[in-house]
């Protein structure tokens, strides 16, 4: 449900603002193309679930692609759909404040200073972590998706047979439009199922086992859109009158027509709450690629580096949030420009996804049906891809440029290109290494939990001291704690949160928390204590500190007065408050002020 929610809050927004962009280029026909588009959309959305179960690590098309072609074709792909995601972050916010603007005439003229705001706040944010963002997102979408049905039964109740007959030739107009129309118009309706490629970003957070939650997640997505999508481009398209309403906000015009101001305004909040997290996701999405191509070396390492303060990519997020405002600046918040620039990235992504997952199909041996299917999925994007880049000059001189801009500076940093290679392709020189080295703390050994357990017959630790920084009173009244109790070992914990989605590229102990634990472990063992340091990485940390206290067996629980401010809190959740929940009365919580 989860993996669903955070799908199709950004597929699930398109609904919104692709019916205008198509009435631009299609007119009333618009439906029908969406209509022809859904069997490509749901071929396409099984190899999508496919690359999601295959790679654990995230990077969709990066890692599919360099498994298939090699890392330079990874790197094309993160590229396209690194463009793919700053359109998605651009558009979703602007079209977030044009909803608004109609239920709120006062910020009509200033949509694009707020899609910047939104952005802004939407980075700050990420910055410090929203911990239960994918819960957030499942709220949304089916509040979003439950208003959606809504509105298609309020219209079908408002209007007559006639109004009916409109939409349903509207809908199946295909045979009647001459074939170079048709395709031009098969290829813009893609837009209407960008986000698919949201599955395979968020593998890293995906519950076991996840070919099945992969697949069923995309099961809901693709029942959720075709029950929605071509219906409403329908009725948008040929009840309204794009003269007198406003085509970018036509599921709002649609909603007051037929139901009024209450109707609207469901439409209106639901859709800039969704239109917000499309947003978010495309911010997720932008990680996990960065990442992806920081792990080929294609882009540097620190970009995904974890900040001290919240543990979260703050570069990254940067990244993921100026961009889109720099689009938004260039093309003046233009929602039809900016349709128009959308599609190259996008389609590039999706036809390298699919044939990369063809090749790899065919080195496994897999030629079976499903193959075959798969083949003619990837000459169904193939087409709606070169359509586009023909069609769309503007689109494919600004992706065409932005891509080749990113992959040259990629090739660079990694040492690919031979007249400028570098002496150390990326890779850390024995020098560095040194000095990393000198820079580690060299005293501790740091246990997973398992690894802790596996050591109860020899250390059996009774009280579990709780660190998240230098904390000298914690230690001190630790150790009094010890000692009165006739106690001789201590178990030290630190936990790493992981923010969101923001999953860790590098899943070891960050340097803060080696320095910490050995710091911890060398004054409690100077004391005649033998301390046990144990790390965690984990996503609600009261959680795993209980998780931790009872597989441990220890009866009390140190921790220090809470750091984090209100905001923090807020968005984190309090760490004292789950330890008071979920802690066992028969287990002590010792707060050191």
């Known amino acids: 449900m989860l993996c669903w929610a955070i799908v199709y809050a950004d597929i699930g927004t398109s609904v919104y603002y692709v019916p205008g962009l198509l009435y631009r280029s299609v007119g009333t026909s618009a439906a029908t193309f969406v209509l022809a588009t859904s069997l490509a959309f ?47 972050a651009a558009i979703s ?55 959606l049905l809504l ?35 098969y290829a813009f309706a893609w837009l209407a199922f960008s986000g698919l490629e949201s599955l395979a970003q968020i593998s890293p957070a995906m519950g076991p086992p996840r070919r099945r939650t992969a697949g069923l997640a995309m099961l809901m997505v693709v029942i959720a859109i075709l029950a929605t999508s071509p219906l409403l481009t329908a009725l948008a398209t040929n009840l309204l009158d794009p003269s007198t309403v406003n085509p970018d906000a036509f599921q709002s015009e649609l909603a007051f027509h037929m139901g009024g101001t209450w109707l609207r305004a469901l439409i209106v909040v639901t859709a800039s709450a969704l ?63 900016l349709g128009a620039l959308y599609a190259f990235g996008l389609l590039g992504a999706f036809f390298l996804s699919s044939i990369s997952l063809d090749r790899v199909r065919i080195t496994e ?31 494919t001189l600004f992706g065409g440029t932005l ?14 290109v031979p007249f400028l290679r570098r002496g150390r392709g990326g890779k850390v020189t024995t020098q560095e290494a040194e000095r990393i080295a000198a820079e580690s703390p060299a005293a501790v050994e740091i246990l997973t939990l398992q690894e802790a357990l596996d050591l109860k017959p020899t250390y059996s630790p009774r009280t579990l001291v709780c660190l998240r920084g230098p904390n000298q009173r914690l230690l001190e009244e630790a150790a009094t704690h010890v000692t009165g109790g006739d106690e001789h070992d201590i178990a030290v914990l630190f936990v790493e949160e992981v923010p969101g989605l923001f999953v860790p590229r590098d899943t070891q102990p960050s340097r803060e928390a080696r320095e910490v634990l050995a710091e911890a472990v060398s ?5 005649g204590m033998t301390a046990v340091p144990i790390w965690r990485l984990a996503q609600v940390a009261g959680d795993a500190i209980v998780q931790v206290a009872l597989e441990l067996g220890v009866n009390a629980i140190l921790v220090g007065t809470s750091q984090r401010g209100t905001l923090w809190r807020f968005l984190r959740g309090n760490v004292l408050a789950r330890l008071a929940m979920r802690t066992p009365r028969e287990v002590r919580i010792v707060i050191i002020g």
Do not use: C
Not at 62 to 86: C, H, K, N, Q, T
């Open 151 to 185: 509105l298609i039964g309020v219209t079908a109740t408002q209007i007559d047979a006639a109004a009916w007959d409109k939409v349903r030739s509207a809908a199946t107009a295909a045979g009647r439009i001459p074939i170079a129309d048709a395709i031009t118009g």
């Open 275 to 337: 239109l917000l997290f499309a947003a978010n996701t495309a911010v997720v999405g932008t990680y996990h690629v960065v990442g992806a191509l920081a792990d080929g070396e294609f882009l540097p390492r620190p970009l995904v580096r974890r900040s001290d303060k919240f543990g979260t990519p703050h570069l990254a997020i940067a990244l993921a949030a100026v961009v889109p405002i720099a689009v938004l600046v260039a093309t003046d918040g233009d929602l039809a420009a």
């Open 523 to 527: 004054w409690l063992n100077a004391r």
């Open 403 to 416: 891509t080749l801009a990113m992959l040259t500076y990629g090739l660079l940093h990694r040492g690919d």
């Open 93 to 147: 916010s602007i079209s977030g404040f044009t909803y608004l603007a109609t239920l709120v005439p006062l910020l009509q003229g200033f949509e694009l200073p707020l899609a910047a705001a939104g952005l802004i706040l939407l980075g700050v944010l990420n910055w410090i972590g929203i911990r239960e963002s994918a819960q957030v997102s499942a709220a949304i979408a089916m509040m979003a998706f439950a208003a």
């Open 42 to 88: 749901v071929l396409l959305a099984e190899k999508y679930s496919d690359i999601a179960a295959r790679y654990p690590g995230g990077g969709g098309v990066v890692s599919v692609a360099e498994e298939a072609f090699g890392p330079r074709m990874g790197a094309l792909g993160g590229m396209l759909i690194l463009v793919d995601y700053f359109l998605t």
């Open 365 to 395: 041996g897999r030629t079976g049906m499903l193959f075959w299917v798969g083949v003619g999925t990837t000459g169904l994007v193939l087409v709606a891809f070169v359509t586009n880049l023909v069609e769309k000059p503007h689109a």
